[in-house]
């Protein structure tokens, strides 16, 4: 089964690009089979790490940025994939 991690944060003002290069910096303990990151409007930043691994595994997941860096605390999802249409 292949499981999807969606890691979303939306930084502070102004802290958009620095959001950005601290995600893309962030190792994690295990290689994913990927991992993409994402940018969006008002300073949003968007990682997905896909995983052979069930629903439930425990599984590496990126971390909490500093609370100046970012504006709420992240969004986290898991998702099974179910194949492509």
């Given at each position: 089964?292949?499981?999807?991690?969606m890691?979303?944060a939306?930084a502070a003002?102004?802290?958009?690009?620095?959001?950005?290069v601290?995600?893309?910096?962030?190792?994690?303990?295990?290689?994913?089979?990927?991992?993409e990151?994402?940018?969006?409007?008002?300073?949003?930043?968007?990682?997905?790490?896909w995983?052979?691994a069930a629903?439930?595994?425990?599984l590496?997941?990126?971390?909490?940025?500093?609370?100046e860096?970012?504006?709420?605390?992240?969004?986290?999802?898991?998702?099974e994939?179910?194949g492509?249409?």
């Open positions: 089964m292949t499981v999807a991690l890691w979303e939306r003002e102004g802290r958009g690009e620095e959001l950005l601290w995600a893309r910096a962030q190792e994690l303990p295990a290689r994913p089979l990927r991992r990151t994402f940018r969006a409007a008002q300073d949003r930043v968007l990682v997905i790490t995983w052979d629903h439930d595994a425990e590496p997941e990126l971390p909490e940025p500093a609370g860096l970012v504006m709420r605390a992240v969004h986290r999802w898991r998702f994939s179910l492509s249409d």
